[in-house]
Every structure is written in structure tokens, then in C-alpha cells.
């Protein structure tokens, strides 16, 4: 079965330091990857998403990078927090491979990350 | 692109009642339309979903309806229990495009 492992639980870091926010899934392949961000515990908005590796798309232009070095990996950064960079980050997978990206997606459980 | 609206954003019902979640989608193409519950401090999780060949589908306690015509879809849950309090999305997508969601409804069921 597949599973998707989001680490870690809970950060918090000091304006102006880097992220690295790392998100793997198990059990498939060619998934397609995204990246939420949830502020104030409502709402989910997309920030990048990714259907190869080395791939990847920008919905909203901000503070935050993502890379995809392997398949099954996603990793979220920034070289410089802002306060407004707290939130609850979400990393999610649906099916790849010709199955377009409508379908069920499945997330992890989530990072809090909090700016100081 | 797609623009999800969904009503109300808190609702609060009686352990036993029903309890009804609504929205509204823009982009005529969205075929698949997913409902999505979140409890505290975990991601969200599928409950329900519905794609556009259909106009209803029930899962025991809970069903989703489509009307593609006015572009609008709602989930309902029957004899709601306090095991259903929790946040709640509903999302929209056309095959070309990413899942688009709504803003959430704060479902709360009292005892």
C-alpha cells in the first residue's frame, strides 16, 4: 500500500534562517507531488506541485522554493523565513502517469511550522 | 482558473440532525469534485467523491450531489454523530488542471 511520510511535525524557526521541509512517498511511482500551505487551521492553497522529477510548477510566487530530486521526494525551502511564512504545510500525492490531476489525493500529516 | 466558493464556513447541529455543506464551482470543465475531512492537527482524508457522469452518490451516512447545470455540489450527513466534528472541503478539478479547493466548513456536533 502506498504511504506518504512528512517531516517534521512541528518547527520553529527564527526570521531570516532556512527551510528544508522533506515529504516521501512509498509504494508508487511517477506520483504526481504537491506542496499546501493552511493558515489560521482553514483553507488550502497550493503553492507548487510537481509530475517528474526536476519538475516543477509555481502557483504562487512567494518566499518558497521546492525541488524534486528523486521520483518519490519533495522537499520544500527557503533561504530567509518571514513571520508570514508560519502556517501548516501539507505535502500531498495523487496518481501519476496519464491519469491527469484530477483525481484523489492523498496527504501527509502535516508540518506547523512557526516564524519567530 | 477553477474558483471554489463553499457556505457555510462554521455550522454547528445537534448530535442525531443533518447536517448540509455546499458549493459552488466556476469552471464548466471541472469533471471531479472530492470532499475532504480534516480533523485537528492531521492532513485532510477523502470522504466522498463524485465525478461529473453522476448526479449522486451515498457512502452510509453520508451522500454527495452534483447539479453541473447551476454548477453547484453538497454534501450531506445524516444522523450526525460528535465523531463528525471536524473541518471539511470540498474541492473541484477539470483534467488539466490541479484540485481546486474551498475555503472549509467548521462542522461542530453537539452531544
Known amino acids: 500500500s502506498q504511504t506518504i511520510h512528512q517531516w517534521p511535525a512541528t518547527l520553529v524557526q527564527p526570521v531570516g534562517s532556512p527551510l528544508s521541509l522533506e515529504c516521501t512517498v512509498e509504494?508508487?511511482?511517477?506520483?504526481?507531488l504537491y506542496w499546501y500551505r493552511q493558515a489560521a487551521g482553514r483553507g488550502l492553497q497550493l503553492l507548487f506541485y510537481?509530475?517528474?522529477?526536476?519538475?516543477i510548477s509555481s502557483e504562487v510566487p512567494q518566499n518558497l522554493s521546492a525541488s524534486r530530486p528523486q521520483d518519490r521526494q519533495f522537499i520544500l525551502s527557503s533561504k530567509k523565513l518571514l513571520l508570514s511564512d508560519s502556517g501548516f504545510y501539507l505535502c500531498?500525492?495523487?496518481?501519476?502517469?496519464?491519469?491527469?490531476?484530477?483525481?484523489?489525493?492523498?496527504f501527509g500529516q502535516g508540518t506547523r511550522l512557526t516564524v519567530v | 482558473g477553477e474558483n471554489v466558493e463553499q457556505h457555510p464556513s462554521t455550522l454547528s447541529v445537534q448530535e442525531g440532525d443533518s447536517a448540509v455543506i455546499k458549493c459552488t464551482y466556476s469552471?464548466?470543465?471541472?469533471?471531479?469534485f472530492p470532499w475532504y475531512k480534516q480533523e485537528l492537527g492531521k492532513g485532510p482524508q477523502l470522504i466522498i467523491d463524485i465525478r461529473s457522469n453522476v448526479g449522486e452518490k451515498k457512502d452510509q451516512r453520508i451522500a454527495v450531489t452534483l447539479n453541473k447545470t447551476a454548477k453547484h455540489f453538497s454534501l450531506h450527513i445524516t444522523e450526525t454523530q460528535p465523531e463528525d466534528s471536524a473541518v471539511y472541503f470540498c474541492a473541484a478539478s477539470p483534467g488539466y488542471s490541479t484540485l481546486t479547493f474551498g475555503k472549509g466548513t467548521m462542522l461542530l456536533v453537539s452531544p
Open positions: 510537481s509530475v517528474g522529477i526536476g519538475q
Open positions: 469552471d464548466s470543465a471541472s469533471n471531479y
Open positions: 500531498a500525492w495523487t496518481p501519476g502517469t496519464h491519469r491527469g490531476l484530477n483525481t484523489e489525493a492523498f
Open positions: 509504494g508508487t511511482s511517477n506520483p504526481n
